[in-house]
């Protein structure tokens, strides 16, 4: 029951698989008793589908009840602990809970640090967490360099062509951009563009995300011409959701010119 759950929550059908977790959760609290591993398990399970749901409430009171039952069990230092600490962390951000979120996130990359090493994935990981939630304080500087050394990590351990290597100039690169530096940000991201178109080909959502985040700073340069680019018949014809998009951004420069003039 908890495999399909799953399932149903990957198929985005989320109700049903909260429905379920709900299920599989009562039946563990009863047989297995409230501290069982796997019963902290189904409610960590469902206080993921209640987030992704947007029951922030609901989903941070489940997180701090499964993150007091780990630390009482245990321990601090456990690495299910710590996940769960960054998972609390996760619902707190998306909660606006900013301070909170960036003061847990801290406690996150510290512990991992010390146990795990500067090197390893979820150190790393760790710190491009606290680097978006400081951009999205407002501490511009702090997330640029920050997110400039994940970048570099993961470059050299991962090399420049990994997923998670182009996500993270990504999300240098959007920092950059609200920092005001677009000409660096513009670099960056068609680098990510480029690499993403192919890596993973026109249609893919990452692709025409990349894509739309070059349109965006090029137009907050002033470059709408450079954004949108002359029609390419024979390109939009093969691929209809581009020609979609490209339709929206053309209306989008026509409006920008009609209110300029």
Same mark, same amino acid.
């Given at each position: 029951?908890?495999?399909?759950?799953?399932?149903?929550?990957?198929?985005?059908?989320?109700?049903?698989?909260?429905?379920?977790?709900?299920?599989?959760?009562?039946?563990?609290?009863?047989?297995?008793? @409230?501290?069982?591993? @796997? +019963?902290?398990?189904?409610?960590?399970?469902?206080?993921?589908?209640?987030? *992704?749901?947007?029951?922030?409430?609901?989903?941070?009171?489940?997180?701090?009840?499964?993150?007091?039952?780990?630390?009482?069990?245990?321990?601090?230092?456990?690495? !299910?602990?710590?996940?769960?600490?960054? /998972?609390?962390?996760?619902?707190?951000?998306?909660?606006?809970?900013?301070?909170?979120? &960036?003061?847990?996130?801290?406690?996150?990359?510290?512990?991992?640090?010390? %146990?795990?090493?500067?090197?390893?994935? @979820?150190?790393?990981? &760790?710190?491009? !967490?606290?680097?978006? +939630?400081?951009?999205?304080?407002?501490? #511009?500087?702090?997330?640029?360099?920050?997110?400039?050394?994940?970048?570099?990590?993961?470059?050299?351990? #991962?090399? @420049?062509?990994?997923?998670?290597?182009?996500?993270?100039?990504?999300? $240098?690169?959007?920092?950059?951009?609200?920092?005001?530096?677009?000409?660096?940000?513009?670099? %960056?991201?068609?680098?990510?563009?480029?690499?993403?178109?192919?890596?993973?080909?026109?249609?893919?959502?990452? +692709?025409?995300?990349?894509? !739309?985040? #070059?349109?965006?700073? $090029?137009? /907050?340069?002033?470059? $709408?011409?450079?954004?949108?680019?002359?029609? *390419?018949?024979?390109?939009?014809?093969?691929?209809?959701?581009?020609?979609?998009?490209?339709?929206?951004?053309?209306?989008?420069?026509?409006?920008?010119?009609?209110?300029? !003039?």
């Amino acid at each position: 029951m908890s495999n399909l759950a799953a399932t149903l929550g990957k198929q985005g059908k989320l109700d049903e698989a909260a429905s379920m977790k709900k299920e599989v959760l009562e039946k563990r609290q009863r047989i297995l008793g @409230d501290e069982h591993p @796997d +019963t902290i398990a189904a409610m960590n399970n469902l206080a993921a589908t209640l987030g *992704d749901q947007g029951k922030l409430d609901e989903a941070a009171l489940m997180k701090k009840e499964v993150l007091k039952k780990m630390q009482r069990i245990l321990g601090d230092e456990h690495p !299910n602990t710590i996940t769960a600490m960054s /998972n609390l962390a996760i619902t707190l951000d998306n909660q606006g809970k900013l301070d909170e979120a &960036a003061s847990m996130r801290k406690e996150v990359l510290e512990k991992r640090q010390r %146990i795990l090493g500067n090197e390893h994935p @979820d150190t790393i990981a &760790a710190m491009s !967490n606290l680097a978006i +939630t400081l951009g999205d304080q407002g501490k #511009l500087d702090e997330a640029a360099l920050m997110k400039k050394e994940v970048l570099e990590k993961r470059q050299r351990i #991962l090399g @420049d062509k990994h997923p998670e290597t182009i996500m993270a100039m990504n999300n $240098l690169a959007i920092t950059l951009g609200n920092q005001g530096k677009l000409d660096e940000a513009v670099l %960056i991201i068609k680098e990510v563009h480029e690499k993403r178109q192919r890596i993973l080909g026109d249609e893919h959502p990452d +692709t025409i995300m990349a894509m !739309n985040n #070059l349109a965006a700073t $090029l137009g /907050n340069q002033g470059k $709408l011409d450079e954004a949108i680019g002359p029609p *390419d018949v024979s390109t939009t014809k093969k691929q209809p959701f581009l020609k979609r998009v490209t339709g929206k951004l053309q209306k989008v420069r026509n409006s920008y010119r009609f209110s300029a !003039n």
